[in-house]
């Protein structure tokens, strides 16, 4: 017969501290926005942030031409460039 080996099983702070070796930190995009290039794209929560308005109001100023035209990545996903939104904000101030 075989001989078996109990599992080791690793605990919660073996696993956080093997996470953050091998994670890679993340940015906030909208606390980050400045340090993003400007070929990235960001989603409508980061529009949203912004131009401190509701997910609606970002649809209908982008209608009536007050913020960037969104690209549309796929299907589901639409985003705006980094570099248009900097651009637009400039222009604001």
Request: net charge positive.
């Amino acid at each position: 017969m075989a001989y078996r080996q109990k599992p080791i099983l690793a605990t919660g702070a073996d696993c956080a501290a093997a996470s953050t070796k091998l994670a890679r930190p993340r940015l906030d995009p909208l606390l980050d926005f400045d340090q993003l290039p400007n070929s990235a794209h960001v989603r409508i929560d980061v529009v949203q942030g912004l131009y401190a308005c509701s997910r609606a109001t970002v649809w209908r100023h982008v209608k009536a031409g007050h913020i960037p035209v969104p690209v549309k990545i796929s299907t589901r996903i639409t985003a705006w460039q980094v570099g248009s939104l900097r651009k637009h904000l400039m222009e604001m101030n």
